[in-house]
């Protein structure tokens, strides 16, 4: 089993930043790679960022590739998301999600079926 607990979401400005983060317990946290996804109410849950077991590889949805940066501290059992140029589209509830299926060095997944967990989530609003 592995519980997932997100935290850093709030109100913030358009042009603003926030730094998500999600802290992991119950299995050692270098042994799944982990991704951060989000829903907006009425709309499906989508990939915003992924990262590998090692760190080494990291993956990004065109919308916010060159503003949000994933990166993960496996000695702290947690995963950031740290997110710059908010815009109001990027109002949502935001879910970190792991993956126990890759091999250290493989290329993390944007598919929300690859992730076997799931925190509650923390919501960002962005105001215009």
């Known amino acids: 089993q592995v519980q997932l607990v997100e935290s850093g979401g709030g109100l913030v400005q358009a042009g603003g930043s926030l730094r998500l983060s999600c802290a992991a317990s119950?299995?050692?946290?270098?042994?799944?790679?982990m991704g951060w996804f989000r829903q907006a109410p009425g709309k499906e849950r989508e990939f915003v960022a992924a990262?590998?077991?090692?760190?080494?590889?990291?993956a990004y949805a065109d919308s916010v590739k060159g503003r949000f940066t994933i990166s993960r501290d496996n000695a702290k059992n947690t995963v950031y998301l740290q997110m710059n140029s908010l815009k109001p589209e990027d109002t949502a509830r935001y879910y970190c999600?792991?993956?126990?299926?890759?091999?250290?060095?493989?290329?993390?997944?944007?598919?929300?079926?690859?992730?076997?967990?799931w925190g509650q989530g923390t919501q960002v609003t962005v105001s215009s």
């Open positions: 990262i590998s077991r090692s760190g080494g590889g990291t």
């Open positions: 119950g299995r050692t946290f270098s042994s799944y790679a």
């Open positions: 999600a792991a993956d126990l299926g890759r091999r250290y060095y493989s290329d993390p997944q944007a598919s929300q079926y690859e992730y076997e967990y």
